[in-house]
């Protein structure tokens, strides 16, 4: 299903399947920005740039959450979580390896 504004333009859409359910939201241009799904992992919410450009997501499970973020190359930077073993925090250079990680 989709949905438009009164230019047309479209701005949401939603779409089921078997497993999963996807809920889109997009910008005034029609360029996708934020999407929210739902599976049997857990649900996942996905936030993209104004060049679609992945630039965070935050997840939850039943092992514990977390919230990743990425600079303009989609390159993981940073990441925070936490599980049933305890919390965690990740640093990543421009290349995407590690530099800080606690524990």
Excluded: Y
Aim: hydrophobic share 35%; net charge neutral; aromatic share 2%.
């Amino acid at each position: 299903m989709l949905l438009a504004d009164e230019k047309g333009t479209q701005r949401a859409g939603l779409a089921i399947d078997k497993d999963n359910a996807v809920l889109r939201l997009d910008d005034e241009r029609g360029t996708q920005r934020a999407k929210l799904a739902t599976g049997k992992d857990g649900p996942v919410l996905v936030l993209l740039d104004e060049k679609e450009t992945l630039r965070a997501t935050l997840g939850a499970s039943k092992d514990g959450a977390a919230l990743g973020l990425f600079d303009e190359k989609e390159t993981p930077r940073a990441g925070i979580g936490a599980t049933k073993d305890g919390p965690w925090l990740d640093l990543r250079d421009k290349d995407g390896k590690p530099i800080w990680r606690k524990p």
